[in-house]
C-alpha cells in the first residue's frame, strides 16, 4: 500500500474486469511515458479477458498456470490482469519505474488469488536468463515509439520466444512525426525471425477496442535445415 506521502504523487485509474469487480491502477503525476496508463494497455488488458482466453462459463482459462513475461510495463495493468485470470506473471520495466509497479501489485494483491505477479527490471536487448525457460506469451503495449529502442527491443523478443511462446502485441497507430518510420522499422526487423497475424476488432473486446489500436499475435519462425 502506498504511504500518504507517495498517494500524493499519484492519480488512480480504474479499470473493471468482466466479473465485476475493479483493477485500482496507480498512474503518476509526473514522469515518462511508463508513468501513465495508456489506451492500448486497456485494449491489450481486456482483450486478455476475450472468450477465446477465458470464458467461465465453458471452463476456459488459457491464463491458468501459464508463464506470462510483460515487456515495457510501465503500471503493470496489462500484467496484473493476466495474474488475476491465473497467470504467473513477470511485469519487466526499468529500474526507475519498479516502485510505481510495485504499489500497483500491492493495491490489487486481493484479486489475485490463483495466480502470482511480480515486478522485475529488465532493460531491452541485455541478458534475459533470468526469464527463462521461455515464457509461454510475452505481453506488450505500446512499446514501439522510441527508434533507438526498436533493435534491442526485438532482440529481447527474440532471445525470450522459444517455439511455443506467443507474443502479444498492441499499440496505438500514431500518423505524426516520426512514428510511422518508427513502426516500419520495427515490423520491418520483426517480420524477419516472426510470423504475424492481426487481430480484428470483432474479436477483441467490444467495448474496449479502437481502429487505430492494433493487437498482433507473433510466434518466432522455425529453422528449417
Not at 79 to 91: C, D, E, H, P, Q
Request: aromatic share 8%.
Amino acid at each position: 500500500m502506498a504511504t500518504q506521502g507517495e498517494q500524493n504523487n499519484y492519480f488512480v485509474r480504474e479499470i473493471e474486469k468482466n466479473d465485476g469487480s475493479v483493477l485500482t491502477v496507480s498512474q503518476c503525476y509526473m514522469g515518462d511515458v511508463g508513468c501513465v496508463v495508456w489506451d492500448a494497455a486497456i485494449v491489450l488488458a481486456k482483450y486478455l479477458e476475450t472468450k477465446e482466453f477465458y470464458d467461465p462459463s465453458s471452463g476456459v482459462n488459457l491464463w491458468a498456470g501459464r508463464r506470462v513475461v510483460e515487456l515495457g510495463a510501465g503500471t503493470g495493468v496489462v500484467g496484473l490482469m493476466a495474474a488475476t485470470l491465473g497467470a504467473y506473471v513477470s511485469v519487466t520495466d526499468l529500474e526507475d519505474l519498479q516502485t510505481l509497479l510495485k504499489v500497483n501489485i500491492q493495491d490489487n494483491q486481493t484479486l489475485i488469488t490463483s495466480g502470482s505477479i511480480t515486478a522485475k527490471v529488465l532493460e531491452w536487448g541485455k541478458d534475459v536468463s533470468g526469464f527463462l525457460p521461455p515464457p509461454n506469451y510475452v505481453l506488450m503495449a505500446d512499446c514501439i515509439y522510441y527508434e533507438q529502442s526498436i533493435t534491442p527491443l526485438v532482440e529481447t523478443l527474440k532471445l525470450l520466444s522459444g517455439p511455443e511462446t506467443c507474443i502479444i502485441c498492441c499499440y496505438e497507430q500514431r500518423t505524426e512525426g516520426i512514428n510511422p518510420k518508427v513502426e516500419e522499422q520495427y515490423f520491418e526487423l520483426l517480420h524477419q525471425s516472426f510470423n504475424c497475424e492481426e487481430i480484428p476488432l470483432s474479436k477483441q473486446d467490444g467495448e474496449f477496442s479502437s481502429p487505430d489500436i492494433r493487437i498482433l499475435h507473433a510466434r518466432k519462425k522455425s529453422l528449417r535445415l
